[in-house]
């Protein structure tokens, strides 16, 4: 399957660098004329000027296309790819060049290239789009004009990487489907819950057998069940304030990659709502490896498997009956609170994760109005575990596991 991709820019023209140096000759050869008149100059001069005229009959080309291979591409944080790109369609009557342009947060090396190709190594320390961003300047024919254009001939797109250590759910009533999740009810399961008398339609192999001997009649043993559950992760896309709010916004993706990451190992499944900014998205909830990526292609807004929305409240699709909802935001939207609260009057568990940290403007610096925006939070804390939505916050200090730790037990609340 090829997965290069073209891709055309409007050239931009301007005079050569032969052009100018033929002008600033004519210019100064025309001067002297002039002061001291030698009409001899300008006869010399005149076959200058002939080509000067002649730069409104040069053909050019007006767009220019670059084949980058491949076109689009996924790795993480600080795993390096190779992406290549080459000049494609150059018209017979000029001449192109190509060279790479360095792109802030991308580490790019040259491994080999020539005027109309160029194959690079690239990797990027933080998750996020890259292009493979390529300058094209064409010299028309005769050379009176140089076009340049810059393309994006190919994208990378950088994953976080999540950390390794699991991140437990709220303890609640999970689907009637079998998971690793222990359960306090009877059913299939390895860990013990009690012995009872045998009754009609119990299976044979739950028989006890020293139990039923000592007491004399038939007895069986009963177990807690395994359960699997349904996780969504919501995610707050809405513009941020400069300063603290904006870099703890960086953090919300890195804490969605490792819930999503923990509930597929764990063989729930897993799926994502990102609401707030220009394109809300979601992705219903499924299971397996891939769903991870998938999951990941969403966040990032790459591909076509997940599904556009509008308003600022999550589909009803998109969140299964039942599921435990994680929410990763700063706090400081109000659509984004209304939307958990909005899912918790649903029947769902909702567990709200704060990563905003301290003070949220970073022009201010005043210890009274930092201490009323802490009593400030503290109450909103408070005001929406009344309504069902726990909060619970992640600071830079500590991971994720041991924030998730400090979420309360709850049953399933009433939908």
Known sequence: MDDSRTTEAVLQWSASPLTRAIATCVGVALAVAVIGSRWQLVAFVA????????????????????????????????????????????????VATMK??????????LIAGDRGSATVSAKAPRWGRYPLRIRVDVVAAGGLLTGTAVIDAADLFVFPVAPPQ????????LPDRLGTHLTRHIGPGVEFANIRAYLPGDQLRAVNWPVSARRGSLHITERLTDRAADVVVLVDLSAQPAGPATAATERALRGATQVVQTALR??????????????????????????????????????????????????????????????????????????????????????????????????????????????????????????????????????????????????????
């Open 47 to 94: 076959p200058m000027l002939g080509v000067l005229v002649s730069i409104g009959w040069q053909r050019r080309p007006s767009t220019a296309s670059v084949l980058g291979r491949p076109g689009m591409t996924r790795c993480f944080e600080n795993e390096p790819l190779q992406l290549s790109a080459e000049l494609s369609g150059q018209p017979a009557d000029a």
């Open 100 to 109: 790479v342009v360095a792109v802030q947060g991308l580490q790019s090396e």
């Open 166 to 173: 699991p991140t437990g759910i709220p303890r609640t009533e």
């Open 266 to 415: 764990n063989g729930d499944r897993a799926g994502i709502v990102g609401l707030g900014g220009r394109r809300p998205r979601w992705l219903g909830a499924d299971i397996g490896r891939r769903q991870f990526y998938r999951i990941l292609d969403a966040a990032l807004g790459v591909g076509s498997e997940y599904q556009d929305t509008a308003g600022t409240l999550a589909p009803r699709a998109a969140v299964p009956p039942g599921a435990v909802v994680v929410g990763f935001s700063t706090m400081l939207d109000t659509e984004f609170a209304l939307a958990m609260i909005d899912l918790c009057k649903r029947g769902h568990t909702v567990v709200a994760v704060d990563i905003m940290e301290g003070w949220p403007f970073a022009d201010r610096d005043d210890p009274l109005l930092e201490r009323m925006w802490a009593l400030q939070r503290s109450a909103m804390y408070r005001d929406m575990k009344v309504i069902g939505v726990d909060v619970v916050s992640w600071p830079t200090g500590i991971t994720l596991d041991q924030a998730m730790s400090l979420v309360p037990e709850r049953g399933r609340r009433p939908s």
